[in-house]
């Protein structure tokens, strides 16, 4: 592998050029000792601006959104994650799962619904970096590693199909605010180092200035890995630069990303239980370069509020994987997507009450080439496949509530997405096709404030998936595709609707020391698309009748005098409700799904809590000691290849997380301790033939969880 080519030099990746953007933004600022400045009453106050298709006004959002749950930089920073996966871990109703061997590169399940950078799963929630869709074209995965979470402000979490903010939010949608400069400036540096031979650095700086402000942050992180031949880079470079004339709030934002991971993979049962350390398909890597720039901006015309948003991204990756049986497989993707959105909210009396409204546009344009090749050690790569796609997403929403009485409020919006998915083959241009889709996704609700700090909320939407590329071209049983995966004009594949009818109760104390949250959500799928493998290397997608997510959510949190303590519980049954054939590596004649079997890798009973007190308070001149534990339980999984539930579920585990904070003076000193009990589980499960067993059997592959690890981390802000 070393003799391929590696992919051209970037400036992130160029250490040189990481040291110097260390020092500039480390430099004395010559607005460091600038008091804070006075705008006019008039003007706009200095935000977060988190891009549009976002409410403007609480109480529309909670109209329109339901179940919300937002995490704080002070959050991440607390639990030391290194991923979005790992982030959203933390709320109700939230399992992740290592398919891939990596843990920079987890599988999320939310509400039922998955979320990975894994293709070929069935993606239903959707991400956002302030406010831009980082979703892939080609499959709908998301690159975790691609997102600068260190440069994060705070994560917004929307459940439920979210008509607003576009397609494919079945579960959830989740959009990344990124940090802006402020007053008092800041400016921190951070080194840390831990298990398995991870380093990482760190370091920000950002400032306000009369109109503008800036921010910087950069990341390095390298990793040996716990398992063989697992090695990982991870550099990341962020920049915004913001301006309050009065009249507009703007952000002009860069975020890139040039990684290298490596991939360990499942391991066949019996491996598993005597080295779980052990790769079983070394070399397997992903190798990805991104760039994206993304213009933020709004102002106050008159009672009006006007948002704007434009983007440009590039990607490129390099991914190869080993088989079982050569060839080796070579993927290479180029993509270079632009878009924006326009939205205008207001308010206006209606019936002597205040009418309270938005509506906007949105569009995108994408550019996807994908390029297969067979991989063999003793010739060089051959071009297996060749597919160029220009897809165009247009979409149109509005939104509004209105109070019925005082404590009662009625919500109702709706968006209509038009979806052109072309795609060209350049080695058979007799394979070419086209599918369109359209599409309206409509919400209503009901909200009161019943007082004393309680509200309760009903509301009932509808959303969809439109499927993607590679679903769209893999789809006809009679031709399955090899591994990645082969594009053709196969069978149209229809889109998955999903309709939820949501209801819930929310409570906040006086003094915001308590907070509660209960919630039951009922989700009912039709043309749900499923990847179906009819061997260890090909498959193909199909969509099926009908599949349910139904659960409840429970949340609570008390804090006071520094001491919080949070406990979450999530329910969730996810079912099939209609009969389908489907393809498994167990039997080759394939087995039924009945209504009723569980959808795979899906736990029904998901709970975690945790405890972060302070044991010494310091002083100006003293030490601040903190200490932390978290706790999760996650209940029983059926495997992927076993949707019929004819073996056993993968067992249930419970692990912990220790964390001790020392503060002193403006350094900060944080020790980490994840799985602090050493807890043995397997968070992912599937079947496959293992070749190195005599007859070449289906076995169980199981992914084992991280054992003990530590990391240490060093900080200072001057």
């Known amino acids: 592998m070393d003799a391929r080519p590696s992919n051209p030099q970037s400036p992130i ?38 891009g549009v298709r976002l409410p403007t006004a609480r109480e529309l959002a909670r109209g329109l959104a339901g179940r919300t749950a937002t995490l704080h930089a002070a959050d991440l920073d607390a639990r030391g994650v290194r991923s979005l996966a790992d982030a959203l871990e933390q709320l109700p109703g939230v399992t992740t799962s290592d398919e891939l061997g990596a843990p920079g590169q987890l599988d999320v399940t939310l509400r ?36 600068p979470l260190e440069d994060v402000d705070h994560v917004d979490v929307t459940y ?18 990124t940090r802006r400069g402020s007053v008092p400036a800041e400016r921190e540096v951070e080194a840390s180092g ?45 920049g915004k630069l913001g301006v309050n004339t009065g009249t507009w709030d703007a952000t002009l934002s860069y975020a890139g990303a040039d990684n290298r991971i490596f991939q360990a993979g499942s391991l066949p049962d019996s491996v598993y239980a005597a080295a779980p350390r052990v790769n079983f398909t070394p070399g397997d890597y992903f190798a990805p370069q991104a760039h994206l720039v993304t213009l933020n901006a709004h102002r106050v015309l008159g009672g009006m509020q006007l948002a704007v948003n434009g983007f440009g991204r590039a990607l490129t990756t390099d991914q190869f ?69 220009n897809e165009v997403d247009l979409g149109a929403f509005v939104g509004a509530n209105w109070p019925l009485a005082p404590a009662l409020t009625a919500t109702v919006a709706g968006r209509y997405d038009y979806i052109r998915v072309p795609f060209e083959d350049l080695l058979d241009p007799g394979q070419s096709g086209l599918n369109i889709f359209r599409r309206l996704s409509p919400r209503v609700g009901l909200t009161w404030s019943a007082g004393s700090g309680h509200e309760l909320f009903w509301s009932v939407s509808r959303g969809f998936r439109a499927p993607a590329l590679v679903e769209i071209g893999c789809a006809d049983p009679a031709a399955a595709c090899p591994l990645p995966f082969a594009l053709g004009p196969d069978p149209a594949l229809r889109p998955v609707i999903a309709t939820t009818y949501e209801s819930g109760w929310h409570f906040r104390g006086p003094g915001g020391h308590v907070d509660l949250s209960a919630d039951a959500f009922w ?25 349910r997510r139904a659960g409840i959510e429970l949340a609570g949190q008390w804090e006071r005098g520094g001491v919080r303590l949070y406990a979450n519980y999530g329910y969730t049954a996810a079912t099939f409700r209609s009969a389908a054939r489907l393809a498994t590596p167990r039997d080759p004649a394939g087995e039924t799904v009945l209504p009723g079997d569980v959808l795979p890798l899906v736990p029904d009973n998901r709970a975690n809590a945790g405890i972060s007190a302070p044991v010494a308070a310091g002083g100006t001149a003293g030490l601040a000691l903190r200490v932390g534990l978290d706790a999760r339980y996650v209940g029983r999984q059926w495997l992927r290849g076993d949707e019929a539930n004819a073996t056993h579920r993968l067992s249930d585990y419970a692990a912990a997380d220790a964390s001790l904070l020392v503060e002193w003076k403006r350094f900060e000193l944080r020790c980490m301790v994840r799985n602090v009990f050493d807890r043995r589980y397997a968070s992912f499960g599937t079947f496959a033939e293992n070749p190195l067993a005599p007859g070449t059997p289906v076995q169980r592959f199981l992914t084992p969880g991280l054992p003990r690890h530590l990391q240490v981390s060093v900080s200072t802000e001057f």
């Open 160 to 177: 439920g199909p979210s008509v607003l903010l576009g397609r494919n939010s079945l579960g959830a949608a989740v959009n990344l605010v």
């Open 112 to 147: 039922g619904f998955q979320v990975s950078p894994t293709i070929g799963l069935p993606q239903g929630v959707t991400v956002y970096l302030d406010g831009v869709r980082v979703n892939e074209p080609d499959a709908h995965e998301v690159n975790f590693d691609l997102l």
């Open 321 to 389: 994987n080993r088989n079982a049986s050569p060839p080796d497989t070579r993927e290479r993707n180029r993509e270079r997507i632009g878009g924006g959105a326009v939205q205008l909210s207001g308010t206006v009396a209606l019936a002597g009450r205040p009418l309270r409204w938005l509506a906007g546009m949105d569009g995108a344009y994408q550019h996807t080439a994908v390029r297969l090749y067979a991989a063999r050690s003793t010739a060089p790569d051959s071009l297996t496949e060749s597919v160029l796609t």
């Open 194 to 238: 831990g298990s398995f031979g991870r380093y990482e650095l760190k370091a920000r700086a950002g400032d306000r200035r009369g109109m503008w402000d800036y921010y910087v942050g950069t990341r390095y992180e390298h990793e040996d890995g716990w398992r063989a031949a697992t090695p990982s880079r991870t550099a990341t470079l962020f």
């Open 523 to 547: 989700t009912d799928v039709s043309d749900d698309i499923f990847f179906v493998a009819s061997t260890l290397t090909a498959g193909y997608f199909q969509n099926i009748g009908a599949t």
């Open 13 to 50: 990746r160029n250490p040189q050029l990481f040291a110097r953007t260390l020092v500039l933004a480390l430099l004395p600022s010559v607005a460091r000792a600038q008091q804070p400045d006075s705008l006019p009453t008039d003007t706009l106050s200095p935000v977060v601006v988190t």
